[in-house]
């Protein structure tokens, strides 16, 4: 079974920063896309970001300019660095990994981010 564990979450003022960490298993990164998703109670987890295997990245047109993925593969470490962080930035943030069909095949259980004014 596949384990990706989030870290890095945490309780920031509005205009703060915070990154997320995602450790997973090596071939993983060689193999998959990964990304971040984000969820609020009540609605849909929404994809924040993705980054694929030729380092193509991809962003929520909202998020771009403030969100910044990255990967280190030698550390087998996925990264979501978040500045000026608003209220409306507050979720469980995800990790995942491997596409199929669409959707992710791999999860972490969640870090909370909550953005305060």
């Known amino acids: 079974q596949v384990r990706l564990v989030e870290s890095g979450g945490g309780s920031v003022q509005t205009g703060g920063s915070l990154k997320l960490s995602c450790a997973a298993p090596?071939?993983?990164?060689?193999?998959?896309?990964m990304g971040w998703y984000r969820q609020v109670p009540g609605k849909e987890r929404d994809v924040v970001s993705t980054?694929?295997?030729?380092?193509?990245?991809t962003y929520t047109d909202s998020l771009q300019g403030r969100f910044t993925i990255s990967v280190d593969r030698p550390g087998s470490t996925l990264y979501l660095e978040m500045n000026n962080l608003k209220t409306d930035d507050t979720a469980v943030y995800y990790c995942?990994?491997?596409?199929?069909?669409?959707?992710?095949?791999?999860w972490g259980q969640g870090t909370q981010v909550i953005v305060s004014s």
């Open positions: 995942s990994a491997c596409w199929r069909q669409g959707s992710p095949t791999y």
């Open positions: 980054i694929w295997q030729n380092d193509t990245t």
């Open positions: 090596a071939y993983i990164f060689s193999n998959c896309g």
